[in-house]
């Protein structure tokens, strides 16, 4: 006998809590499925606990850099403490996301979750069936292929660590690894980043370029076209031979995956619900909807569509939520989704990076500028900072930016909002922003 639902949700991050709610909210019958804690990734072992690391090493940053201008101490981090603090504000994120599932009357169902069938699943001894299932169950650390690679720890081994040992390497040169470099950095760690090419492939090159440097100024070691051959366990920590031959010998106390990750669905056994999907995720149509299965429908980092991010995460549960309830309407929209590298300072983006205007032969022209000498970079002793905006030359709308200052992460939604909503650079130049603001640098930033 199995339990029968109009809706079957994976996972209960914000993809799959999002369809849930929403379809309980249409008055339809749905269960839950979450193999861990309820909540997913970003809030109990990405994007929130991350945050937490990275406030504290901007206090770091800025009291370092307005040394002399009125700050005579420097901060420092007390490791285990900020560690203690990060878990008051995480440690009651399942039971939060419990209540609301609860409130809503979604039935929760904890185990890991394997079709046998085209609508049906298996979760610890139960079979359910579903009109729709949507799966949202997220991305996790993908395989390196190296030898020793289970001495190396993951971002969610890191960010439990007690205590920060005096020497680090992160391989991979993507959000994870240059994120918490800067923290550990700003923490005391001589940090070190290997990357078997060019580092945060999705960021415009110019501007990654400038991170880099930055990068290195702050005592980061990054080692780009060097890529990781094996990890060895020692009596003193671990040596890492990397290099094009393995040649090249780094050693640390501690060894960090930030290699990039996978669609965590290989444990779904998606073929006996005869679900198409690659490493990137279960294959969908513009709807969310399983090309292979009309049953299926997928969101987040599980799908194989662009940017695996918590935003976009929240819209692929909106979109698929409303098709369920309501048939296929609605087409799921990217236009003008920032994302952001949570370094100090963060280096943002939304929008085409300039090596894709190019490619493209698009008719741009670009606004560059080193704001490092503005006041909102000056005031706070920040010694780097620029700025890139692109713009149609024909339509005057805004292609592209790209923002490496404080508060970048704030001022690059405001770019998002216009790519979305089609706003030209005279509808942005009309705005009237709070100052002194780093928001009000947008006026002059075009």
Known sequence: MSREYDVIALGSGSAGYTVASKCR????????????????????RGCNPKKVLVNAAEIVSRSYDLK???????????????????????????????????KSQ?????????????????????????????IGTGAKPQPIGISGEEHILTSEDFLELE???????????????????????????????????????????????????????????????????AVEKTAAGFVVRAGANGDQEFKADLVVH???????????????????STPDGVTVNDYLQSVSNPRIYAGGDAAATPFPLTPTAYLHGKTAAHNILEGNEVKVDHTGIPFVVFTVPPLA??????????????????????????????????????AKVLIDRDTDLILGAHLMANHAEE????????????????????????????????????
């Open 25 to 44: 909210e249409g008055g339809r019958r749905v269960a839950l499925v979450e193999s861990r804690e309820l909540g997913g990734t970003c809030p109990l």
């Open 68 to 102: 002399g201008k009125g700050i005579e101490h420097q901060c420092v981090i007390n490791w285990p403490d900020l560690i203690r603090f990060k878990r008051t504000l995480i440690d009651p994120m399942p039971e939060i996301v419990r209540h609301g599932l609860e």
């Open 106 to 134: 979604v039935e929760v169902f904890k185990g890991q979750a394997r079709f046998v069938g085209e609508n049906r699943i298996e979760v610890e001894g139960q079979t359910l069936s579903g009109r729709y299932i949507f």
């Open 163 to 229: 205590h920060l040992p005096e020497t680090i390497i992160f391989i991979g040169g993507g959000y994870i690894s240059f994120e918490f470099a800067h923290a550990a950095a700003r923490a005391g760690a001589q940090a070190t980043i290997l990357q078997r090419n060019v580092p945060l492939g999705k960021f415009d090159r110019e501007m990654v370029g400038y991170l880099v440097h930055l990068t290195r100024n702050v005592g980061i070691d990054v080692r780009e076209y060097t890529p990781v051959k």
């Open 258 to 276: 930030g290699a990039g990750r996978v669609a965590n669905i290989m444990d779904l056994n998606l073929a006996a619900a005869g679900v198409e």
């Open 349 to 386: 983006a939304v929008g085409f990076r300039e090596e894709e205007l190019k490619e493209r032969n698009v008719n741009y022209r670009r606004i560059f500028q080193d704001i490092s000498r503005w006041f909102s970079a000056k005031s706070i002793g920040l010694r780097e900072a620029w």
């Open 411 to 446: 001022m690059i939604n405001v770019f998002g909002l216009a790519i979305r909503l089609g706003l030209k650079v005279d509808d942005l130049k009309k705005a009237i922003w709070a100052y002194p603001t780093s928001i009000s640098d947008i006026a002059y930033l075009l």
